[in-house]
């Protein structure tokens, strides 16, 4: 059983919660697609192209321009997204307003914080690092760090377990269907965030709260969602 004293975890997503990736995502897409001839997507694409990782923004962007892509085409164009994404990360990426104070209040009262998202580790890591967020964390798990990934409840369970928490004293932030649906899935809290790349109005996600920015996030929010 946790004890009731046991640290709140709070857990983040990463894409369109903690960092504003949207910029550097659409560059770097249109940068791997337009040059097999496809049209550039644009940022209102972006939410129904994001969520699952690069593999699956790549095939879903040839799939918005009624593009056939064989495995052999989406190996050489991932490389090339990976190429150019990590040559020109952080790029115009940016925390959103109030992220950094946010943490800080988090950790200052006691609380543990983790990242949960499903951009792979190779991404993950070298940008939350370059953005200075790097050592904040007690667990990061992205999208190939498990053999599952959000929105299945393991995700969450397995960053739990890696940042010495308990899923009683854990919470969810996110802006996808994913991250709340995955907090449901594991039965821990959630709270949504409306700034993201959700392809559905947050409020239709079920979350057990929204914050409209990051002020909002305070210790007595956690404990009360947590009580
Ligand atoms: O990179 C993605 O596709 C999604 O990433 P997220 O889980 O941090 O939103
Ligand atoms: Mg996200």
Known sequence: MP????????????????????????????????AEGLEPVTYEDLTHLVGQGVHMMIRRAYAMHERDLDDATLARLFDRFMAFYLDTMPGDSHPYPGVVEALDRLA????????????????????LEKLGLGGRFAAITGGDTYAFRK???RHILGTIEKAGGTPAR?????DSVNDIAAAQNAAIRSIAVP??????PVETLGADRIITHFDE???????????
């Open 151 to 153: 929105p299945d409840a």
């Open 195 to 200: 700034f993201g790349y959700s392809d559905v």
């Open 170 to 174: 854990s919470i969810m932030i996110g």
């Open 108 to 127: 200052g009262a006691g609380m543990k914080l983790a990242v949960c998202t499903n951009k792979i580790e190779s991404l993950t890591f070298p940008l």
């Open 3 to 34: 004890q009731p004293d046991t640290a709140p975890l709070v857990i983040f997503d990463l894409d369109g919660t903690l960092v504003d990736t949207s910029p550097d995502l659409v560059a770097s897409l249109n940068h791997t697609i337009t």
């Open 217 to 227: 996030l305070t210790p007595a929010l956690i404990e009360d969602l947590l009580n």
